[in-house]
């Protein structure tokens, strides 16, 4: 599986941005689906996870009520809709594939993509 993410760029605190992440292959919708997120000089941290139904979902505390992850299987596209952006959602935010539900490790997921940046600013 290969996954091309897309839709990174510059926000002023309190915008909007929607990242899309395409992956190749006749097989999406038995990976369940996430995004991870690396912050300058910090570790890889989990943002959210979908099923491959699309049916369920699964988010950090950080993002909450504020980021919504879904899935078009037809488009074997994944979407994150982030909103109320604040200055500390600025990082490179990674599209992943795996096969294990609600797992926060970015070991256990077996794709990645290239990463797609996104600023906020204050």
């Known amino acids: 599986v290969q996954l091309q993410a897309s839709g990174g760029g510059w926000v002023q605190a309190g915008g909007s941005l929607r990242l899309s992440c395409v992956a190749s292959?006749?097989?999406?919708?038995?990976?369940?689906m996430g995004w991870f997120r690396q912050a300058p000089g910090k570790e890889r941290e989990f943002v959210a996870t979908?099923?491959?139904?699309?049916?369920?979902?699964y988010y950090s505390d950080y993002v909450k009520g504020r980021f919504t992850i879904s899935r078009d299987n037809a488009k074997n596209t994944v979407y994150l809709q982030m909103n109320s952006l604040k200055p500390e959602d600025t990082a490179v935010y990674y599209c992943?594939?795996?096969?294990?539900?609600?797992?926060?490790?970015?070991?256990?997921?077996?794709?990645w993509g290239q990463g797609t940046l996104v600023t906020v600013s204050s």
């Open positions: 992943v594939a795996g096969a294990r539900w609600m797992v926060r490790t970015p070991g256990a997921y077996d794709y």
């Open positions: 292959g006749r097989t999406f919708s038995s990976y369940i």
């Open positions: 979908i099923s491959g139904s699309g049916g369920s979902t």
